[in-house]
């Protein structure tokens, strides 16, 4: 079936480095953009970063600019988070989630979402 | 940033009863706006996107619209399952952002 699974969370120190994967199986992964959402303890729903369906247009959320770097690699149907100079601030359940199709374009929003890895930045 | 926000943050309904939850964007976003339900736990599932289109398999109970700046979601009658949080998200321009969510409780 349709699903994104989510690993590679744990327990890290502040201005470490963690690397997330996302894998994929059910759909054709090469012709889909993928986000990462994440949310904090307690807290709401915060997007973190998009990769387009060939990892050509990269964007970022302002709090993880410069820090995080998101990949993909469609040879393997898997997505990643590279999350370096980590901060107490990150602490968060990460999702990945898919783009959901209209036709041929996009809606923007998200149809398919992993079950979240959890990351702590705790000293 | 276009900011989302959310009202109410929480509502409390019997089942039956109709509940209307409202999303405000800070600037126009077309009809570039999805919602979400989360529960406890779980991950958000997609209710409706561009605006106003029921997601496939969402109950047809649950109904989006609204374009520009101002959007609602409603629920007709709500069952005892829609005890849940429910988010707005904008997809218009990056960063894509969401509102803070309205908790519904049954009561």
């Known amino acids: 079936q349709v699903q994104l699974v989510e690993s590679g969370g744990g327990v890290v120190q502040p201005g470490r480095s963690l690397r997330l994967s996302c894998a994929a199986s059910?759909?054709?992964?090469?012709?889909?953009?993928l986000h990462w959402v994440r949310q904090a303890p307690g807290k709401g729903l915060e997007w973190v970063a998009l990769?387009?369906?060939?990892?050509?247009?990269?964007f970022y959320a302002n709090s993880v600019k410069g820090r995080f770097t998101m990949s993909r690699d469609n040879s393997r149907n898997t997505v990643s988070l590279q999350m370096n100079s980590l901060r107490t601030e990150d602490t968060a359940v990460y999702y990945c989630?898919?783009?959901?199709?209209?036709?041929?374009?996009?809606?923007?929003?998200?149809?398919?979402w992993g079950q979240g890895t959890v990351v702590i930045v705790s000293s | 940033d276009i900011q989302m926000t959310q009202s109410p943050s929480s509502v409390s309904a019997s089942v039956g009863d109709r509940v209307t939850i409202t999303c405000r964007a800070s600037?126009?976003?077309?009809?570039?706006l999805a919602w979400y339900q989360q529960k406890p736990g779980k991950a958000p599932k997609l209710l409706i996107y561009?605006?106003?289109s029921l997601h496939s398999g969402v109950p047809s109970r649950f109904s989006g619209s609204g374009s520009g700046t101002d959007f609602t979601l409603t629920i007709s009658s709500l069952q005892p399952e829609d005890s849940a949080t429910y988010y707005c998200?904008?997809?218009?321009?990056?960063?894509?952002?969401f509102g803070q969510g309205t908790k519904v409780e049954i009561k």
């Open positions: 059910g759909f054709m992964f090469s012709t889909y953009a």
């Open positions: 600037q126009g976003i077309s009809s570039w």
């Open positions: 989630a898919k783009e959901a199709p209209i036709g041929a374009a996009t809606t923007g929003a998200f149809d398919i």
């Open positions: 990769i387009s369906y060939d990892g050509s247009n990269k």
């Open positions: 998200q904008q997809a218009n321009s990056f960063p894509q952002t």
């Open positions: 561009s605006a106003s």
